[in-house]
């Protein structure tokens, strides 16, 4: 095991991102990224540090031909039979392929449901403003069957491509090692992406924003009702376009951000959401408990929901205090 590696997985087995063990060092998460992609290697400054944040000796970390650290400055809580999976360079470019194809599919069908009433839209303005020339039963009929057929059909890519994806699961779940060198590989790909996912994300935010203008106006000027209704439809266009944007870019940089542990993917978040898991089954049992033995015992189902929103709220400062609790 060469450095780089030795680094990534000391790294992650303490839980840190790029960017926690470069403010430890004191140094850029460039320079972090470098060493564990083999790009660079540390200073014998930085070795010493390393050897002292990691709880290893210098030797190990210098000889490869040391598998074993000496010592080892984990604790015993979640980290003591925690195993970090290795992933290969086939698997890697296996998934993030398969995520590129799938992103396609994915964002389209969710832009396919936004635009899924457009039909049922027009067809009824048609039968109530129009000439007349198709009743309101059969709008509505029409209109109903085409939504169900799209809302059916992107359910059905939702579901092939979970099924797709589901081997590469772990990679949200189960702190992970690259092996020698896909680190700077994704580091690469990432930052290629990453101008087609800033200027995805602004251009979606933007049609979101400018949708409704063209209703607004036909309002502000009392524009007939079926003028109301083509600009309805021209708003669900320009979201459904919107949302293809954030799905698309969204899903391909996700998957970069899991196989490099950054941001909501980093071994920190993921113990968390571990220990959030198991508190969020606790708390909703509870809640549900309540509701019900509430509801049954004053009868007043019409009132009793309110439970569900006070305990929604309730539930993000019980994870705060958890979190708290945690750190103390």
Same mark, same amino acid.
């Given at each position: 095991?060469?450095?780089?590696? /030795?680094?990534?997985?000391?790294?992650?087995?303490?839980?840190?991102?790029?960017? @926690?063990?470069?403010?430890?060092?004191?140094?850029? &998460?460039?320079?972090?990224?470098?060493?564990?992609?083999?790009?660079?290697?540390?200073?014998?400054?930085?070795?010493?540090?390393?050897?002292?944040?990691?709880?290893?000796?210098?030797? %190990?970390?210098?000889?490869?031909? *040391?598998?074993?650290?000496?010592?080892?400055?984990?604790?015993? $809580?979640?980290?003591?039979?925690?195993?970090? &999976?290795?992933?290969?360079?086939?698997?890697?470019?296996?998934? *993030?392929?398969?995520? !590129?194809? @799938?992103?396609?599919? !994915?964002?389209?069908?969710?832009?396919?449901?936004?635009?899924?009433?457009?039909?049922?839209?027009?067809?009824?303005?048609?039968?109530?403003?129009?000439?007349?020339?198709?009743?309101?039963?059969?709008?509505?009929?029409?209109?109903?069957?085409?939504?169900?057929?799209?809302?059916?059909?992107?359910?059905? +890519?939702?579901?092939? $491509?979970?099924?797709?994806?589901?081997?590469?699961?772990?990679?949200?779940?189960?702190?992970?090692?690259?092996? %020698?060198?896909?680190?700077?590989?994704?580091? /690469?790909?990432?930052?290629?992406?990453?101008?087609?996912?800033?200027?995805?994300? +602004?251009?979606?935010?933007?049609?979101?924003?400018?949708?409704?203008?063209?209703?607004? !106006?036909?309002?502000?000027?009392?524009?007939?009702?079926? +003028?109301?209704?083509?600009?309805? $439809?021209?708003?669900?266009?320009?979201?459904?376009?919107? =949302?293809?944007?954030?799905?698309?870019?969204?899903?391909?940089?996700?998957?970069?951000?899991?196989?490099?542990?950054?941001?909501?993917? $980093?071994?920190?978040?993921? &113990? @968390?959401? /571990?220990?959030?898991?198991?508190?969020?089954? !606790?708390?909703?049992?509870?809640?549900?408990?309540? %509701?019900?033995?509430?509801?049954?015992?004053?009868?007043?189902?019409?009132?009793?929901?309110?439970?569900? =929103?006070?305990?929604?709220?309730? %539930?993000?400062?019980?994870?705060?205090?958890?979190? *708290?609790?945690?750190?103390?």
């Amino acid at each position: 095991m060469i450095l780089a590696e /030795k680094i990534t997985m000391l790294r992650k087995k303490n839980g840190w991102s790029q960017e @926690e063990l470069a403010m430890k060092l004191n140094v850029s &998460r460039q320079a972090v990224s470098k060493w564990e992609s083999t790009a660079s290697i540390p200073d014998l400054d930085k070795l010493m540090k390393l050897s002292s944040i990691f709880g290893v000796s210098t030797d %190990y970390l210098l000889k490869d031909e *040391m598998e074993e650290p000496e010592t080892n400055m984990m604790d015993g $809580s979640d980290r003591e039979k925690e195993t970090v &999976r290795s992933v290969s360079l086939e698997e890697a470019n296996r998934y *993030m392929d398969l995520t !590129v194809k @799938e992103s396609v599919k !994915v964002a389209a069908a969710v832009s396919s449901c936004i635009l899924s009433p457009v039909l049922l839209i027009l067809l009824g303005g048609i039968s109530e403003y129009g000439s007349g020339r198709i009743t309101e039963d059969a709008a509505g009929g029409i209109g109903t069957a085409f939504l169900l057929l799209i809302v059916a059909g992107a359910v059905g +890519v939702f579901i092939i $491509s979970g099924m797709k994806l589901a081997p590469f699961e772990f990679l949200e779940k189960e702190c992970i090692s690259l092996q %020698y060198g896909i680190a700077g590989l994704v580091e /690469k790909k990432k930052g290629e992406f990453e101008p087609v996912y800033r200027n995805c994300t +602004v251009t979606g935010v933007l049609l979101c924003i400018v949708s409704s203008i063209p209703l607004f !106006v036909a309002a502000a000027f009392g524009a007939a009702d079926m +003028v109301l209704l083509y600009c309805v $439809s021209f708003l669900l266009f320009l979201v459904a376009v919107g =949302v293809f944007l954030f799905v698309w870019s969204g899903t391909i940089w996700g998957s970069y951000q899991k196989l490099l542990e950054e941001g909501d993917y $980093s071994a920190e978040k993921k &113990r @968390e959401n /571990k220990r959030n898991g198991r508190l969020a089954q !606790v708390y909703w049992c509870t809640v549900t408990a309540i %509701y019900l033995g509430v509801s049954f015992y004053t009868m007043r189902w019409e009132s009793t929901w309110i439970i569900w =929103v006070c305990a929604g709220v309730f %539930y993000a400062a019980v994870r705060g205090m958890a979190a *708290m609790l945690r750190k103390e």
